[in-house]
Structure formats: structure tokens, C-alpha cells
């Protein structure tokens, strides 16, 4: 089946099916490719799509100019260096030293990137440590058959990897090093081949967020304001990002791009499916707000935790749906937790309505936690169990109930929180060249972030951004009916299956009397 004939569809023909992809094994001798390589992709341009060298654009969010958000005062960040050399910020998007003279299908500032491992660089640098590594993973005389993220092993490493990720971007902007007490980042691991030819698990850190609070903010309508901050939920808007570059690589039309990419073409559905032996993962220096981190309660029949509510982020509170005032729904931002968002994409996927026209539902396989506060059993029944494994009976094809394989780990990150950095949210994402820093007050970026994209200082993770980035897809891939779509919210709207999935998480919630699932419709009435 053509790439392209794939993707020409009915929206009305009928739901997916779930290609999972296969479990990681453990084989010994093993040798784990780490997070180091460089990454470069030699393709050709297509629709008059800039190169992504040319990162001096700095035009992020692809937002039209003059656009119809107002235009904020930038929010002042003492002892900032104005503007950084970008030869000093460790990055791993582009080559600089390659001899393929053809340009990278990009987005403006947004580089499509892939994450396979270079021999040369994997003999050099990591040699010594991949020893050890080995030699550690054979010491705990695990089985032939375990998963390596089911190793002790496997929450150390995360651990170290997302800290240095961390580390290295903030490396010339330390004023904002504070951030990192409350950080989170996605981690894809792939099985590839070693030099020697031998299978072996690749660990990349693909997109990074840290902050600690939500906008409190009157209710923004036309898309330019980022409303949550909260580590967990800044770091998937990040990953969001990350996967329309893989699908920039996937619509490219060099086949080295396509081969580089995450997604592959499905034998039985129109969305592309993660690639055998890839999976997601998440580390979290911190418990999620919400259930997981304030209530405890197990219901006395089941063991299961049945009273745990909804809760809501509104004007600097965490407060239960229960004694929310509704009339802050239709004024003030209110955002859901983090933990009841982890709970939720256990069965909608963390990709989301948008996305859900591309790919099929992209779940977490296993969940770091920075913490040694809760015990691994607890925290999992709170993710894991406020929704009913009977709810898969109900659900459209390639969706499921899946549950996170979760852990406590080691805490990565400064011995004390800084106040001055409450307000502060950072992201990234493989490709990208600097990390943002938003004011996550107002949902708008900083004076002095490293990073500065649409008009009205507006992020590349807003709503508007992100919309920018599928209708970019939605042209490589000639969804010509997802073009002529009028909104934001008829897009989401007309992914059916996602929504349909979406409604049967809120009805269980309800059923459950843990609260409503507010809807975001007045927000997301925005055309570009």
C-alpha cells in the first residue's frame, strides 16, 4: 500500500486497528545505546518548506504575522544574557559537520529529526560506559525474557538520562536552572543494532518539560496562550511537537527520511503505527498534582481507588470539580491535574485529537517517579485503576485500557525549590535548537528565553502553533478534507474515534462520582 494512498480516506469509513508494537527482551550479553548520538537527515525540499539550518528564523510556532492575539509586554527575567550564540548550546538536531548538501523538510523552526544511532560515535563516546552498563544489567540475573524497562537498571538510567538532557540545555542559561525541581521527560527506546551487529535497546530523550503551576489567566480564544505548565502535561505538549517532525520524515521523499522516522504505514488501517520494538516512556522527578498526590483513600470492597475526585488548576488553586464554581469554566483557565490526565491517556493515548487523523494511539509503556514518598503498588493503583479495565469492551479499534508499568526512582534535580521559578515553564524537543521559557502566569514567553517564536510572544506549544503544524501534515499528506475544516474545534471534532473514546473516560469519571471532565470548546472556536 502507497504511503499516500494510505492516508486518503473516509472520515467516515470506519475505525483503526492497533498495531502494538513488540515487547523489548532482554538478551544477554547486551550492549545499550545511550542517549549520545547526532542526528542528521539528508532529504529534499518539498512545497517550498524552508531548510531547518536556518535556525537564525527563529519563527517556531508558525504563526502568521500580525496575527489576532494581543500583544503582551514581555515578562522580565533579571541577569539574562539578551541573546545567546547558538554555537554554545549543546543540540542534537543537525550535523553541522555532514557532507549531504541536501536540505532537511522542515517547518519554519521546526526541524523533522530522526533518532538512529551513528557507529562511529557510539565506539567513541560510550564505549566505557556501555561496559558497565552490561556488566550491571548481567548482574542482576534477570531472565532471557524480561523487558529491560522492568530492570532496576531501567529507573536508574532514566533518571541519569533526563538530568543531563536537562543539564546540557540549561548549560548557558543557568538562570533558570531552578526549574529543574519539578521536571518531567518522555524517552523513546528502540531496539537497533550495535557495531558487532548484536540487538540492543537505544535510549533518547525526545521531548523535555519543567514547571510547576498553570495560567491564571481569563480564558484566551484565540489559541495563543499556553494554560498549563505542570511538568508532566508541558513535556507531552513538547512530545506533541516531536511527532509532527516524525511525520515531516515520513512524508518526505527521500526513503532515508522514511526509514529514520518513528511510524510506519499499517497492512489494515489509514493511521501509521509506532514501529516494531519502540516504546514510550515517561520520568517525572515529581508526583503528579492532583489524586495521586493528596488523596489516599482505597475503597473498603475492592481495594480499588473508587473516591478519588477530579480536581481542577484555577487562579493558583488545586481545587476538587465538586466545589468548583461553575462560572469559573466560562471565565478563568481551568485546567485538569496531572494525575488525572496520566489516568486518562492510560486509555485515549497521549497523542490527542489531532494527532489521532495520523497515528494510531500512542500509550506510556512505563513511568519513572522521582520519588521514594509513595510505594510503587500505590501510585499505580491510583493511574492505573480510577478507570475500570471493562471499559476496553466499549472502545473503537486500536484503542485499549492500558495500564503503566510505574516505579519509584531517583530524584534528579536541586535539594531545594526556588520560589522565584514558580511561575517559570520550560520545553523542548529533539530538533529544537534552545529551549522556550514561558511565564506560566500569563501562558506567554519570557524576556530572556532562549527560544522566541509567533508574534505577541506566543509559544510553539500553544493550540495555534500546534494547529499550524497539522495543517502543515494535513497538505504533505493530502487530507484535503481536513483542509477545509473551518476550526480548531471541527478538527478535533471530526477525529471520531478519539472523541468517542474521550466520552466514554468522562462518563466513568461521572459514573464513578469523581466529577466532570470540563469540555474546551470556547477556546478552541480559533481559525488561522
Same mark, same amino acid.
Given at each position: ?33 545511550? *542517549? &549520545?548520538?547526532?542526528? +542528521? ?7 517550498? $518548506? =524552508?531548510?531547518?539550518?536556518?535556525? #537564525? ?35 542534537? *538536531? &543537525?550535523?553541522?559537520? +555532514? ?7 522542515? $517547518? =519554519?523552526?521546526?526541524?523533522?529529526? #530522526? ?40 529507573? +536508574? ?56 503551576? +498553570? ?314
Amino acid at each position: 500500500m502507497e504511503d499516500k494512498d494510505a492516508f486518503k480516506y473516509s472520515p467516515r469509513g470506519g475505525a483503526a486497528s492497533l498495531q502494538s508494537p513488540s515487547d523489548l527482551h532482554l538478551h544477554h550479553p547486551r550492549h545499550l545505546t545511550d *542517549d &549520545v548520538s547526532d542526528y +542528521s537527515g539528508g532529504t529534499e525540499l518539498r512545497n517550498n $518548506l =524552508p531548510a531547518s539550518g536556518d535556525h #537564525d528564523q527563529m519563527q517556531e510556532a508558525l504563526l502568521p504575522e500580525g496575527g489576532d492575539g494581543p500583544r503582551l509586554k514581555r515578562t522580565p527575567i533579571q541577569n539574562l544574557n539578551d541573546k545567546l550564540d547558538s554555537d554554545d548550546v549543546i543540540l542534537e *538536531d &543537525v550535523d553541522e559537520g +555532514s557532507d549531504d548538501d541536501t536540505a532537511v523538510l522542515s $517547518l =519554519p523552526g521546526m526541524s523533522p529529526v #530522526d533518532i538512529h544511532s551513528e557507529e562511529d560515535l557510539l565506539l567513541d563516546q560510550t564505549a566505557g560506559f556501555l561496559q558497565k552498563k552490561n556488566q550491571t544489567i548481567m548482574n542482576q540475573d534477570k531472565s532471557a525474557n524480561t523487558e529491560v524497562w522492568r530492570t532496576d537498571w531501567h529507573k +536508574s538510567h532514566m533518571a541519569v538520562i533526563s538530568s543531563e538532557k536537562f543539564d546540557s540545555l540549561l548549560k548557558m542559561c543557568p538562570d533558570f536552572y531552578g526549574c529543574k525541581s519539578h521536571m518531567a521527560a518522555f524517552v523513546l527506546i528502540r531496539e537497533v543494532l550495535d557495531t558487532e551487529g548484536r540487538p540492543c535497546e537505544q535510549y533518547k530523550v525526545v521531548a523535555l518539560g519543567a514547571g510547576r503551576s +498553570s495560567s491564571k489567566s481569563w480564558l484566551c480564544y484565540n489559541g495563543i496562550m499556553v494554560h498549563d505548565c505542570h511538568a508532566i502535561v508541558i513535556a507531552r505538549r513538547a512530545l506533541l511537537r516531536f511527532l509532527y517532525k516524525q511525520l515531516l520524515l515520513f512524508f518526505d521523499a527521500d526513503p532515508k527520511a522514511k526509514e529514520n522516522c518513528i511510524f510506519e504505514s499499517s497492512a489494515d488501517s489509514h493511521q501509521l503505527q509506532l514501529k516494531p520494538n519502540t516504546s514510550l516512556h515517561l520520568y517525572t522527578n515529581q508526583c503528579p498534582e492532583g489524586a495521586a498526590k493528596n488523596f489516599h483513600f482505597k475503597g473498603p470492597a475492592n481495594n480499588i481507588y473508587t473516591t478519588m475526585k477530579l480536581q481542577y488548576h484555577t487562579k493558583g488553586l488545586l481545587v476538587p470539580a465538586a466545589y468548583l464554581d461553575l462560572s469559573l469554566l466560562g471565565s478563568r483557565v481551568c485546567c485538569m491535574s496531572g494525575s488525572d490526565k496520566l489516568c486518562r491517556w492510560t486509555v485515549t493515548g497521549v497523542q490527542g485529537a489531532l494527532l489521532s487523523h495520523f497515528i494510531q494511539p500512542l500509550y506510556i509503556t512505563s513511568m519513572v517517579l522521582g520519588t521514594q514518598k509513595l510505594l510503587n503498588a500505590e501510585m499505580s493503583d491510583i493511574t492505573n485503576k480510577r478507570l475500570s479495565d471493562q471499559l476496553e469492551d466499549f472502545l473503537p479499534p486500536s484503542y485499549k485500557k492500558h495500564n503503566i508499568f510505574l516505579v519509584c526512582g531517583d530524584y534528579v534535580g536541586p535539594s531545594v525549590a526556588s520560589r522565584q521559578h514558580n511561575d517559570l515553564g520550560i520545553n523542548w524537543c529533539l530538533g529544537d535548537k534552545d529551549v522556550e521559557v514561558l511565564d506560566s502566569s500569563n501562558g506567554f514567553i519570557v524576556d530572556g528565553s532562549p527560544s522566541v517564536s509567533g508574534p505577541g510572544f506566543s509559544s510553539r506549544l500553544c493550540k495555534r502553533a500546534l494547529y499550524s503544524y497539522f495543517l502543515r501534515v494535513a497538505q504533505l499528506g493530502e487530507h484535503s478534507y481536513l483542509l477545509e475544516l473551518p476550526t480548531y474545534h471541527s478538527v478535533k471534532v471530526e477525529a471520531f474515534a478519539y472523541q468517542t473514546v474521550k466520552d466514554h473516560v468522562k462518563e466513568q469519571f461521572m459514573s464513578s462520582h469523581a466529577g466532570i471532565w470540563s469540555s474546551k470548546k470556547l477556546v478552541d472556536c480559533f481559525s488561522v
